[in-house]
């Protein structure tokens, strides 16, 4: 079936197709097909102006997400690992000829905490067992009428299966997704749906209250 569904997707642009096979051959994660067509249809759907990505890797999702973007979206993203850093500024240089791009370089965890103003759109793609800890400066920063993207949310299946089930050194991670999740579908502020797309996604909008 998901042979079938991604036989019918129409593909990206040359450039970001290089950049895809980059991360392959590099062992670099980078957002599944899948995702990338809800991506696709959030942002046609949602059409925002400001987006806020925590985890930018080598810079495929920013692209994306300014590819088919409305023409006047900035985006601001965030990453910490410093191999991964020079190769998405290189990116960014190359494909995004009229910046709107910004990379922040640090600890999503302080630099949130430093962020002003609000995003139509933040995407989560960074740290899985961190998401849990910047729940609350993400919630800070999201629009009333926002959404909130989580990406990899079911970890290959693993979320469903008892906390000693999974290897010792997932557990940290096994429990902050459990905890997250919950978070997000019993939050006051936000209506959230979980999705079986790719590795599990949870789009999340902030109520206007």
Known sequence: MEAFINSLDCGNASYLDEIECYAKETDVPIIRTHMQSLLKFLLASKRPETILEVGTAIGFSALL??????????????????????????????????????LLEGDAADILKKLTGSYDMIFMDAAKGQYIHFMPEVLRLLAPGGMLISDNVLQDGNIIES???????DRTIHSRMREYLYELKHNELLETVILPVGDGVTVSVKKEM
């Open 65 to 102: 997400m300014r590819e088919y973007a409305p023409v006047n979206c900035r985006i601001t993203t965030i990453e910490k690992y410093e191999k991964r850093i020079p190769v998405a500024k290189a990116n960014f240089e190359r494909y995004d000829t009229d910046g709107r791009i910004t």
């Open 163 to 169: 906390r000693y089930a999974v290897t010792r050194r």
